[in-house]
């Protein structure tokens, strides 16, 4: 099996790419990615020299470098995880997120099905599972709702609009070109690696550095938190025993109030820091809210753990202390992401091949 994966130098990609160049030894894993300010080699120091993974850089938006990959590579599956994936930079700058999530997946996908069908086997034995959010299904309003399988596409911001169309596109390649796809939609994940944009890594690395701790309107919206190598091992599940043309969401049945979460961490994080009782709640600030905010996300993941099996393997306050001890140990890693380093870094060691 020749398994390319996209996007796995960023956060929930590194969990991806670790656990199936671990688990299966007999694949040949390559990991394609831009290494945007998102994604780093750093995530995955503890297996870069392993024999059965190979790194490439490079840009899901440039056809020709995709085509070319796919003829020399003959890859058997694709895992796609490669994205802009933040919904504030989505709006400030919605036109890379239609070039990444929408332009790049339609590249991937045609470079796929031209190199699948021109083969002897045409498209028997391949797969195309393509990674995607609940994010696409909108928001609710009405406590007893979640997102299942059947929910209808609302998305309501870039980001999860760009996602929307990816999924769309998918799909349409299935249906029209018969192409052997699998998706899944799931929730907020957090975890080791996590870039420090996002909700979770950011209030850890502000509360360490006692800067404001910024909750966006009243702190209400909810999301639905899963541990993300719990969604690695559901990506893993979904690839090798989902079934072709179906959708899984994956979430934790685990919903948080931002300001609940926010609590929370502080309350952790005095513990850590050995600071009094409530000195970390009073950084929390809070400031104007995000356009167009979604109100809150749900997954109904029933399918998943019926048909496959999987169910997540940590509850939340574990999966929050482990991620908070993470980033606790490697200050250097976040040092070096929110500096940009790692960035540069890679960029000139990659700048002359
Ligand atoms: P991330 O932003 O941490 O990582 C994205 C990776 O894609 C980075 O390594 C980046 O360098 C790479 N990339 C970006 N543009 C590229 C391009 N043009 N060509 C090649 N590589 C490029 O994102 P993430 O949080 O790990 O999300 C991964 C996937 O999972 C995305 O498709 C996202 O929509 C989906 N998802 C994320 C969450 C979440 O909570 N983070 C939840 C559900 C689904
Ligand atoms: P985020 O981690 O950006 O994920 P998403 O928007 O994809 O769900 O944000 C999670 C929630 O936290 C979301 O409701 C927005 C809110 N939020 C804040 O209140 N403050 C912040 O600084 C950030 C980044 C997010």
Not at 190 to 207: A, C, Q, R, T, W
Request: charged share 20%; with cysteine.
């Amino acid at each position: 099996m020749k398994l390319l994966i996209t996007g796995g130098a960023g956060f929930i990609g590194s969990h991806v790419v670790r656990l199936f160049v671990t688990k299966y030894p007999e694949y040949q894993i390559y990991n394609l990615d831009k290494l945007t300010y998102a994604g780093n080699l750093a995530n995955l120091s503890d297996i870069e020299h392993a024999p059965n993974y190979t790194f490439i850089k490079g840009d899901i938006t440039d056809a020709k470098f995709i085509d070319d990959m796919f003829a020399e590579l003959a890859f058997d599956g694709v895992i796609h995880l490669a994205a802009e994936s933040h919904v504030d930079r989505s709006i400030t700058d919605p036109m890379s997120f239609v070039m990444t999530n929408v332009v790049g997946t339609v590249n991937l996908l045609n470079a796929a099905k031209n190199t699948w069908a021109a083969g002897a086997s045409g498209f028997d034995g391949k797969r195309f599972y393509h990674v995607s959010t609940d994010e696409v299904y909108g928001s609710l309003h009405n406590p007893d709702e979640f997102f299942t399988e059947e929910t209808a596409y609302d998305p309501q911001s870039p980001y999860s609009a760009s996602k929307a169309a990816s999924d769309h596109f998918v799909r349409a390649y299935g249906n029209t070109y018969k192409l052997p796809v699998v998706l899944s939609n799931c929730s907020n994940n957090y975890g080791p690696n996590h870039f420090p944009e996002k909700l979770i890594p950011l209030m850890i690395h502000n509360i360490q550095t006692n800067k404001p701790l910024p909750v966006y309107g009243k702190g209400e919206n909810v999301r639905d938190w899963l541990f993300v190598v719990d969604h690695a091992r559901a990506i893993d599940a979904v690839f090798h025993n989902g079934r072709l043309g179906e959708t899984y969401n994956i979430g934790g049945f685990n919903e948080w109030k931002n300001i609940d979460l926010v609590h929370l961490l502080c309350e952790i994080m005095d513990r850590k820091l050995g600071r009094p009782k409530g000195t970390s709640a009073q950084l929390i600030t809070y400031v104007t809210d995000r356009a167009g905010h979604d109100l809150r996300y749900a997954i109904d993941a029933h399918k998943i753990m019926n048909e496959l099996g999987w169910q997540p393997s940590l509850q939340f306050e574990q999966g929050l202390e482990k991620t908070v001890d993470w980033f606790l140990e490697n200050q250097e890693w976040l040092d070096n992401v929110t500096s940009g380093n790692y960035q540069k870094y890679y960029e000139s060691m990659y700048a002359n091949r």
